[in-house]
């Protein structure tokens, strides 16, 4: 069965400061990789995605994430952080294993900037 | 574009009342989904919809009907509200046809209390 496992359920980080969220999956085919972030009281928004090609994928907001296969990780990072960068990002893991569709959401990791 | 969108924005449902979460989309896609966020679970699954007249239960379906009678909507009811289902509800939509892999859009959210 494919999961997705956030290990850090709250960070902090000083404005300015650089970012990695933490995310490992674990999917028995070719994985598509997600990353989404929820602002305080709005629905979820991707940042970016994975499929294949280029190990390290640019997405918006300045955030990038690198695929490493031999780790099984897709971790999030930001070289230097905003404080409108406060909110919940969500790890997804989904693909189109013979037929079995299935989109797997990580429990998410809250992120607070302090000035 | 609207969007997704979801009304409404917040209810309070005595135990045993039944309602329906109203999701809509303008995009034209065929797939649209609930899940339910709950703290420290992330987001999981309650059912879905491959096209109009197609639904499939999710992880959690039990206590929760839908139908889609067309590509635009999905409502999702619940019969027999119970404390348990006090959560915060997502409608999500996308556009391709491989279920796993695609961005989803997702609305602003639904935040119900079952007392």
């Known amino acids: 069965a494919q999961s997705v496992t956030q290990p850090d359920i709250h960070i902090t980080v000083s404005e300015g400061a650089s970012l990695e969220l933490r995310c490992n999956y674990s999917y028995g085919a070719t994985p598509y990789l997600f990353w989404y972030v929820q602002s305080p009281g709005q629905g979820l928004q991707l940042l970016l995605k994975y499929f294949s090609g280029d190990t390290l994928v640019q997405g918006i907001k300045g955030f990038e994430a690198e695929f490493k296969r031999s780790q099984s990780s897709f971790n999030l990072r930001k070289p230097s952080v905003h404080w409108s960068d406060a909110a919940e990002y969500f790890c997804?893991?989904?693909?189109?294993?013979?037929?079995?569709?299935?989109?797997?959401f990580g429990t998410g990791t809250r992120l607070t900037i302090i000035p | 574009n609207a969007g997704v969108t979801q009304t409404p924005k917040f209810q309070v449902l005595k135990t045993g009342q039944s309602m329906t979460l109203q999701c809509a989309q303008d995009m034209n896609h065929e797939y649209m989904s609930w899940y339910r966020q709950d703290p420290g679970m992330g987001l999981r699954l309650i059912h879905y919809?491959?096209?109009?007249?197609?639904?499939d239960q999710g992880e959690v379906p039990n206590g929760y009907n839908v139908s889609r009678s067309t590509t635009e909507d999905f409502p999702l009811r619940l019969l027999s509200a119970a404390p348990s289902q006090t959560s915060v509800y997502f409608c999500?939509?996308?556009?391709?046809?491989?279920?796993?892999?695609?961005?989803?859009?997702f609305g602003p959210g639904t935040r119900l209390t079952v007392l």
């Open positions: 999500a939509s996308s556009y391709g046809s491989t279920w796993g892999t695609d961005t989803q859009y």
């Open positions: 997804a893991v989904g693909g189109s294993n013979f037929g079995n569709e299935k989109l797997t």
């Open positions: 919809s491959v096209g109009a007249g197609i639904t």
